[in-house]
């Protein structure tokens, strides 16, 4: 059973930085793609990065293109996302997703099979 625990989330102004981490387990990731969503209070899930774990190719959403950074440690089977110049509106609750197959829609969270519990990320003005 493929599991995902995220970890990294806090309180920080705007400007800061934080590296969220989610460690994945009970899986053969290599051909998997992972995924950042997030949620604000009131608003819909919305994409923020994509990694496929063979060949580490990524994509981003506009919001994130520039200030974040997707990554993974395929010794530590773990996927990294480094936020940087954070903003008020970025405060959400960070979600880790991952989803066995590397085409298709990989902007769509219901197109993702696991999901992690996720962290908040806080950033104050």
């Known amino acids: 059973q493929v599991q995902l625990v995220e970890s990294g989330g806090g309180l920080v102004q705007a400007g800061g930085s934080l590296r969220l981490s989610c460690a994945a387990s009970?899986?053969?990731?290599?051909?998997?793609?992972m995924g950042w969503f997030r949620q604000a209070p009131g608003k819909e899930r919305e994409f923020v990065a994509a990694?496929?774990?063979?060949?580490?190719?990524?994509d981003y959403a506009d919001s994130a293109k520039g200030r974040f950074t997707i990554s993974r440690d395929n010794a530590k089977n773990t996927v990294y996302l480094q936020m940087n110049s954070l903003k008020v509106e970025d405060t959400a609750v960070y979600y880790c997703?991952?989803?066995?197959?590397?085409?298709?829609?990989?902007?769509?969270?219901?197109?993702?099979?696991?999901w992690g519990q996720g962290t908040q990320v806080t950033v104050s003005s």
């Open positions: 990694v496929r774990w063979g060949d580490g190719s990524t």
């Open positions: 997703a991952a989803r066995r197959s590397i085409f298709g829609d990989f902007t769509v969270g219901a197109s993702y099979g696991y």
């Open positions: 009970g899986g053969t990731f290599s051909r998997y793609l």
